[in-house]
């Protein structure tokens, strides 16, 4: 299992999700029932939950309301126009063509968002206006689209496509921890649109997905485009691969500056330099894994604190509360609930 899948969202998507199903009359007790999270922690900030609860979540909603913009654009996006445009790009030569399929498509069927494709030099730059943002307060919507006008595409074509920059129009939010996790680029506020720039040479690139393989992406929709590439800079990406990868999170700051060849010394001089330090990286990792862990009632507390190095239980729940406000056992019997 790659550890991709341990990755954790914020609770405050899924608070911004109840807030918009709320306003579209739905039932949001039984949404959060089916989807597995439990209601009396929303208000909790340092909460996170797993992937596949927020994908529930949002397949849920998509059905209930029968709006993929749940109520967040000026135009209702009936569920299943997404599969219809999809299903259309997936026939499409190159990612070039996606793009323009893409813009034509939206700007057709929905008044709700503007979209544009412009090249310029050697960038390409995806633009997203909103008709209505006030309709959109806690950002959720021109977040969720702005994120899956990069993942969809870069599934059709094989590969993640590197962003440059993201740009949004709204200033820094709250959470602007998770846009880190979001969007793999630098990310700029109050600027003039919703916008993402990458290289112009990846608009060449060949659709390599066939209707075949997107049946089972629609299945899986929208868990996939949650699974995301942090972006960190060099060395504290180098340390987070190792650590992910590692079976041993018991494992030194010595013994990882020995497989990336260098000395312990020049590690941390690296990662100060990058705004970093090996706890904080190793907290990164073992917050995540634990919360996946957690999420399995199969494996007992004691044993998912041995799988992250923990020497004891007692600190592992002394780091848990630290890192989510709730103890291992309270965050399990909250996610049972």
Not at 95 to 103: D, K, N, P, Q
Not at 114 to 143: C, F, Q, Y
Request: aromatic share 10%.
């Amino acid at each position: 299992m790659s550890f991709i899948q341990h990755y954790s969202i914020s609770i405050h998507f899924a608070q911004a999700l109840i807030n918009a199903t709320n306003k579209a009359g739905l039932n949001k007790h039984q949404l959060l029932h089916e989807a597995g999270i439990n209601e009396g922690l929303l208000n909790n900030p340092h909460f996170r939950i797993t992937p596949e609860q927020y994908s529930t979540l949002m397949q849920i909603a998509w059905r209930e309301s029968d709006d993929d913009f749940l109520g967040m654009g000026t135009q209702r996006c009936r569920h299943g126009i997404f599969s219809l445009m999809a299903k259309e790009a997936v026939r499409c030569k190159d990612l070039e063509s996606v793009y323009h399929h893409l813009c034509r498509f939206y700007n057709l069927v929905n008044e709700s968002i503007r979209l544009t494709l412009n090249i310029e030099g050697d960038d390409v730059a995806l633009s997203m206006s909103l008709s209505d943002p006030k309709l959109d307060p806690d950002l959720l919507l021109r977040e969720f689209l702005m994120l899956l006008w990069h993942r969809f595409p870069s599934w059709l074509v094989g590969q993640r496509i590197p962003l440059k920059e993201v740009r949004f129009t709204h200033k820094p939010p709250a959470h602007i921890a998770e846009y880190q996790l979001m969007f793999p680029c630098p990310t700029r506020f109050e600027q003039s649109t919703n916008t993402f720039v990458f290289s112009k040479e990846w608009l060449n690139l060949p659709v390599v997905q066939t209707r075949q393989t997107l049946k089972h992406h629609l299945r899986r929709a929208p868990l996939d485009w949650f699974t995301r590439q942090a972006f960190f800079p060099v060395y504290t990406r180098r340390v987070l691969d190792y650590l992910e990868q590692t079976d041993d999170l018991a494992t030194s700051m010595e013994a990882i500056a020995q497989a990336l060849h260098l000395s312990e010394r020049t590690l941390r001089r690296k990662l100060i330099s990058e705004g970093s330090n090996f706890q904080k990286i190793k907290d990164i990792v073992r917050r995540d894994k634990a919360i996946h862990y957690l999420s399995q009632p199969s494996i007992p507390i004691a044993q998912v604190s041995s799988l992250l190095g923990f020497s004891e239980p007692t600190a592992f729940t002394r780091a848990f509360k630290q890192w989510t406000g709730e103890s291992p056992t309270s965050y399990r019997l909250a996610a049972k609930q």
